[in-house]
């Protein structure tokens, strides 16, 4: 094999925040849950009560993981059919209450793309702007949630582009002065960080705390006014259409319990390496700016842009060299606009690179990635005439 | 319209992706006198962000962005050093 060529074990996996590699306890799960758990769950002989069970064993622990009662969790089919369902259910289920819908400008795009159904169904959304960190506006985030036709508000508990955390405790309790309900997306901390408190909904995605694909989480609060805008279906509480994915969602359940066991030693190796890309980008790359709250962000995430780089041909070096990262830049993206998350805080959208670190993340791929970066970037920057 | 100088310079980066309008600006802004407004003309929608961001990081300053007729903008900066 040439020098320059990787194969899967020597490419250091940077983009958790996408998606987080299958755990081996959750692949374990799986294949055990496809031979024991493939049944009906609805039904009433032997193979469909063990399904059942399964089922509702998972239920009860990813419950408890998010700090919800089993009969307020049901499982959908992605993160984003979560949110879709959860704003759009809540929004149906308030009704009366009024059509008014906020949300910071730096949701995910499920959120974002939700709200624009919304309004051209003649409901109206506040999008609430972010300053240079990516936090939202609390005291605008307020104002929104006190108007009297507001019948819901949505926040994620950490921005899945920059890992800045919003302040949702504060926005939980905006919304409870004003009876209005809010939807947290916690689609970049579960499994990770400790939830906050006070929802009213709550969305996740398995295989961002390292689960299979195809299973997503809706819980909603008990006395939360709810209907699903879909057609009827017995399923999941009826809030959630189709079979139920018995194994993956087993295997959701194994992860969530393995990542929640290890949050913590983990959170805190992680954030120490992101610190340390975070410290070490700007002193040897020149024309950077690190993007994002230093200290108080998911313990994953760090973002950076370099001045003159166009960001496709650095994550094309980049995988050459055999990382895995993301980015904002529009070049990168199949869409022509650049990310709504770097336009809103005002930050550079082009040479934008995010690095977002998995379980197990090792000191020595950082330090790898810290060492090839500059060289890249210049070199990048050479064939632009900038440097 | 203190601030809305006759731009000194205008770049037209109409159809150029970014980053190569800020590229642009970044190479001529010193072709300009101190204070002189220089303007970029671009329709990436990147531009409309990065332009103020570049001048926010680099302490020059952005003067305004406006709507060209045609699309894209005039985004005008003033050169601080």
Partial sequence: ?387 | MTEATQPALTIDALGKKCPIPIIMLAEQINYVPLNAVVAVLADDPAAFTDVPAWCRLKSHRHVGSYELPQGGWAIHVRRNY
Avoid at chain 1, 113 to 126: I, V, W
Avoid at chain 1, 298 to 308: D, E
Avoid at chain 1, 357 to 384: C, K, M, Y
């Fill in chain 1, 1 to 387: 094999m040439a020098c320059h060529e990787w194969d899967h074990r020597s490419v250091a996996y940077f983009d958790a925040a996408s998606t987080e590699p299958l755990h081996p306890q959750a692949r374990e799960a799986l294949l055990a849950a496809i031979d024991v758990g493939w049944a009906d769950p609805a039904r009433l002989y032997n193979q469909a009560r063990r399904a059942h069970l399964l089922l509702e064993q998972a239920r009860t622990e990813v419950a408890e993981a998010l700090g919800a009662r089993p009969d307020e969790v049901t499982f959908t089919s992605s993160g984003t059919q979560a949110v879709h369902l959860g704003l759009l259910g809540t929004l149906q289920g308030r009704r009366r209450a009024g059509r008014h819908l906020v949300t910071s400008a730096v949701e995910h795009s499920s959120v974002l793309h939700a709200a624009r159904l919304h309004e051209r169904d003649g409901g109206s959304a506040e999008l609430v702007g972010v300053d240079r960190l990516g936090r939202v506006d609390l005291s605008a985030f307020t104002e929104a949630v006190a108007r009297p036709d507001t019948a819901l508000a949505c926040l994620q508990t950490a921005n899945h582009e920059v890992g800045t955390v919003q302040p949702v405790a504060e926005a939980a309790a905006a919304c409870r002065r004003h009876g209005v309900p809010l939807l947290v997306d916690a689609a970049q901390t579960a499994g990770r960080m400790p939830l906050p408190e006070g929802w009213s909904v709550l969305t996740a995605s398995a295989h961002k705390w390292g689960g299979p694909p195809g299973v997503g989480v809706l819980a909603v609060r008990k006395g939360t006014r709810f209907r699903s805008f879909l057609p009827e279906d017995e399923r999941e509480r009826r809030r959630v259409p189709g079979f139920e994915n018995v194994p993956g969602i087993v295997a959701a359940a194994a992860a969530l319990r393995a990542m929640t066991a290890d949050a913590a030693r983990e959170r805190s190796r992680l954030s120490a390496l992101v610190g340390k890309i975070r410290e070490t980008v700007p002193k040897v790359v020149p024309d950077v700016e690190v993007i994002g709250d230093p200290d108080d962000r998911a313990p994953h995430i760090v973002t950076f842009s370099c001045l003159y780089v166009d960001g496709e041909a650095l994550l094309t070096e980049l995988d050459k060299a055999g990382f895995a990262v993301s980015s904002g830049s529009s070049c990168t993206a199949s869409t022509l606009r650049p990310s709504h998350v770097l336009e809103a805080m005002g930050v550079l959208t082009h040479g934008n690179v995010r690095v977002s670190l998995p379980r197990g993340a090792s000191a020595a791929e950082v330090d790898r990635f810290l060492t090839v970066l500059p060289e890249l970037v210049h070199r990048i920057r050479q064939d632009a005439g900038v440097a």
